[in-house]
């Protein structure tokens, strides 16, 4: 309603005809609502652009003047008067002027002589129609602001998440590192990094949180930030040595364990749990000790031309209290490469078969894949995108590539 009366809505009555006019009058008097009469197109007009009313009740035929047919156009052609209904008055029970009246815009028709139950309801459905789509229109703009505000939030979240990724990585000689993150939202689960502890060591992890959406990723910020290797005694991953300024690295399943104890799964505040591999690698000897937390096993990629994928490892990090961790091993021979991925690199299904891409593809893929690590990397993110066939992904892709030369 536009809010001219509190009582009720403001209708404008158009006809020629004096008489018709007061038989309307004493028709809608009862109902409360303002009421408002113009003797012409070109009066109505002046008084519906002064008075914007709720609803219009229009005679067709009125000499000299415009008709009602172009009297409607007119309104509809004013922005401010487009969406106001239009109730068309007349003797003419032909179908034609029915259907030509609807193509114009109006609402509905009440034919001469005036039947006062029938002006009563038609006049009262049809503002109760126009209320509702007003209200309607109001929810819409203001779940369009509130949607506005939510993807401008969870745009500058998935830039914060994004900051945490790897900017640079280590410079070792003998070795090349690559990675790629590809989110399935504006926010992921999923979290990696590359990082040097000291002179020896190279400590890297990738992790996937269960779920999406905005709790699993807060989960992977919290777990990426406690892996941060700050050189304090609060770092989950550096233990500060005896002379100072020197530092070594906290072995992958007690980093683990640490991890465990600080998320523990609690439904329903805490209803995730993370997957990953934690590790470590001394690159002068090339070997590489890690930690595997219910995460897929890590891809090697031998100098000779054979890939295998190396299951095993513990319970999801959150999962089990009190959890132990077993630390493995793998040693990189020059023209090695060792990669470690999140499922969704092989869960991804195709549009079309809804096929998943499967670990086999994933084995080959890195097998064959040509140029260094970085180059292995991209190319094979790219194609489980391309396998999935949309832009929306099913899951986060994580691939973490070692490679040494």
């Given at each position: 309603?536009?809010?001219?009366t509190?009582?009720?809505?403001t209708?404008?009555?158009?006809?020629?005809?004096?008489?018709?006019l007061?038989?309307?009058?004493?028709t809608?008097?009862?109902?409360?609502?303002?009421l408002?009469?113009?003797?012409?197109?070109e009066?109505?007009?002046?008084t519906?652009?002064?008075?914007?009313?709720?609803?219009?009740?229009l005679?067709i035929?009125?000499?000299p003047?415009?008709?009602g047919?172009?009297?409607?156009?007119?309104?509809?052609?004013?922005?401010?008067?487009?969406e106001?209904?239009?109730?068309?008055?007349?003797s003419?029970?032909?179908?034609s002027?029915?259907v030509?009246?609807?193509?114009?815009?109006a609402?509905?028709?009440?034919?001469?002589?005036?039947?006062?139950?029938?002006?009563?309801?038609r006049v009262q459905?049809?503002?109760?129609?126009?209320?509702?789509?007003?209200?309607?229109?109001d929810?819409?703009?203001?779940?369009e602001a509130a949607?506005?505000r939510m993807?401008?939030?969870?745009?500058?979240?998935g830039?914060v998440?994004?900051?945490?990724?790897?900017?640079t990585?280590?410079?070792?000689?003998?070795y090349?590192?690559?990675?790629?993150?590809k989110?399935?939202?504006?926010?992921?689960?999923?979290?990696l990094?590359?990082f040097?502890?000291?002179?020896?060591?190279?400590?890297?992890?990738?992790?996937?949180?269960?779920?999406?959406g905005?709790?699993?990723?807060?989960l992977?910020?919290?777990?990426t930030?406690?892996?941060?290797?700050?050189?304090?005694?609060?770092s989950?991953v550096?233990?500060?040595?005896?002379?100072p300024?020197?530092?070594?690295a906290?072995?992958?399943?007690?980093?683990?364990?640490?991890?465990?104890?600080?998320?523990p799964?609690?439904?329903p505040?805490?209803?995730?749990?993370?997957?990953?591999?934690?590790?470590?690698?001394?690159?002068?000897?090339?070997?590489?000790?890690y930690a595997?937390?219910?995460?897929?096993?890590?891809?090697?990629?031998?100098?000779?031309?054979?890939a295998t994928i190396?299951?095993?490892?513990?319970a999801?990090?959150g999962?089990?209290p009190?959890?132990?961790f077993?630390?493995?091993?793998?040693?990189?021979?020059?023209?090695?490469?060792?990669?470690?991925?999140?499922?969704?690199?092989?869960?991804?299904k195709?549009?079309?078969?809804?096929?998943q891409?499967?670990?086999?593809?994933?084995?080959?893929?890195?097998?064959?894949a040509e140029?260094?690590?970085?180059?292995?990397?991209d190319?094979t993110?790219?194609?489980?995108?391309?396998?999935?066939?949309s832009?929306?992904l099913?899951?986060?892709?994580?691939?973490?590539?070692?490679?040494?030369?």
């Amino acid at each position: 309603m536009n809010g001219n009366t509190p009582d009720g809505a403001t209708i404008l009555m158009v006809d020629d005809n004096a008489t018709n006019l007061q038989i309307l009058f004493k028709t809608l008097q009862q109902t409360g609502h303002r009421l408002l009469a113009a003797r012409s197109g070109e009066e109505a007009l002046q008084t519906a652009e002064k008075a914007r009313p709720d609803l219009i009740l229009l005679d067709i035929m009125m000499p000299p003047g415009i008709d009602g047919y172009e009297t409607i156009q007119r309104l509809k052609a004013d922005e401010g008067l487009r969406e106001t209904p239009v109730i068309f008055l007349s003797s003419l029970d032909d179908t034609s002027n029915k259907v030509r009246g609807l193509e114009l815009g109006a609402v509905d028709f009440v034919t001469k002589p005036f039947q006062a139950e029938e002006v009563i309801a038609r006049v009262q459905t049809h503002l109760t129609i126009n209320r509702l789509q007003a209200d309607l229109a109001d929810r819409n703009a203001q779940l369009e602001a509130a949607n506005q505000r939510m993807k401008h939030d969870l745009d500058a979240a998935g830039r914060v998440q994004q900051a945490l990724l790897p900017t640079t990585l280590p410079e070792c000689e003998g070795y090349g590192f690559g990675w790629a993150y590809k989110p399935c939202n504006e926010l992921g689960g999923d979290a990696l990094d590359v990082f040097r502890i000291n002179d020896e060591v190279i400590a890297f992890y990738l992790l996937d949180v269960s779920g999406h959406g905005v709790p699993a990723s807060l989960l992977a910020v919290t777990a990426t930030r406690s892996l941060a290797p700050r050189c304090d005694r609060s770092s989950l991953v550096i233990e500060p040595g005896w002379d100072p300024g020197t530092y070594s690295a906290v072995a992958p399943d007690e980093v683990m364990r640490r991890l465990n104890v600080m998320n523990p799964m609690d439904p329903p505040r805490n209803p995730h749990f993370i997957t990953m591999i934690y590790g470590l690698l001394e690159p002068q000897h090339g070997r590489v000790r890690y930690a595997c937390a219910g995460h897929p096993g890590p891809i090697v990629v031998r100098a000779d031309g054979s890939a295998t994928i190396v299951d095993g490892g513990s319970a999801p990090v959150g999962l089990v209290p009190n959890s132990q961790f077993e630390v493995m091993q793998i040693d990189l021979e020059p023209g090695d490469r060792l990669f470690i991925h999140s499922d969704g690199l092989y869960e991804q299904k195709s549009q079309d078969t809804l096929e998943q891409f499967g670990r086999e593809r994933l084995r080959s893929g890195l097998q064959q894949a040509e140029g260094d690590v970085q180059q292995a990397v991209d190319h094979t993110v790219e194609v489980v995108r391309r396998w999935s066939g949309s832009d929306q992904l099913d899951d986060d892709l994580s691939l973490l590539g070692i490679g040494r030369v």
